[in-house]
């Protein structure tokens, strides 16, 4: 089967680093995303990788693991407007999107 | 301003009653999705449409049906509604039929079902 987890809930301070993770197990395996959602909001998209690496852009970077079943998202240089939800969603080998609970980010002054 | 519409932005039903939410999109894009989002679960697909004319079952299609007449334009209905199907639908549209799009989605309809 298939399966994505996250954490329910982080905090962090204000100008300060965190880093979001995600675990996946699947069969197959195309890609994995990561969307972020503002209370009340729709999501939207913030980075998409289907090979092993870090990817930069600007403060946020995602990072995976195929290997591993593993990513996660960093955030740098915390704003309070990073306060969000933090959705990790995994393309399988049909193509279809599953997607993770979320992780409500919460920043603090 | 590009984009999808979905209305309304809110609404209370009685049980039993027949609901459509409306999804308009501006952008031309091939594929749209209906998703619900409940607390404490991920985003759920119900319903998608890879092109006009055609439409296909998600994880969670059952109570609900779509249309896809033309490429701007996903109804999403609620036959006959029950409470559990109180949530938060989002529709969404990605340019490719392939799930390696991006998906843009609209600001939601919170539906609470009495």
């Known amino acids: 089967g298939q399966n994505i987890d996250q954490p329910t809930e982080m905090t962090a301070t204000e100008g300060a680093i965190v880093q979001i993770n995600c675990t996946y197990q699947t069969s197959g395996f195309n890609g994995l995303f990561w969307y972020q959602q503002h209370a009340g909001e729709a999501p939207t998209f913030l980075s998409y990788n289907v090979l092993d690496g870090l990817e930069e852009k600007g403060r946020f970077s995602s990072f995976l693991s195929r290997s591993k079943g593993y990513s996660y998202l960093l955030l740098k240089e915390l704003q309070m407007k990073d306060s969000a939800s933090y959705l990790c969603?995994?393309?399988?080998?049909?193509?279809?999107?599953?997607w993770g609970a979320g992780t409500k980010l919460i920043i603090k002054p | 301003i590009a984009g999808i519409t979905q209305a309304p932005t809110s609404q209370i039903l009685a049980a039993g009653r027949r609901m459509t939410l409306r999804c308009t999109q501006d952008m031309r894009h091939n594929a749209m999705y209906w998703y619900r989002q409940d607390l404490g679960l991920g985003l759920r697909l119900i319903h998608y449409?890879?092109?006009?004319?055609?439409?296909g079952k998600g994880e969670v299609p059952d109570g609900y049906s779509v249309s896809r007449a033309n490429t701007d334009d996903f109804p999403l209905t609620l036959a006959s509604a029950v409470p559990s199907q109180t949530s938060v639908y989002f529709c969404a549209s990605s340019a490719g039929e392939s799930g390696a799009n991006v998906l843009t989605f609209g600001a939601g309809s919170r539906l609470t079902v009495l």
């Open positions: 449409s890879n092109t006009a004319g055609t439409t």
């Open positions: 969603a995994l393309l399988d080998s049909n193509y279809q999107l599953i």
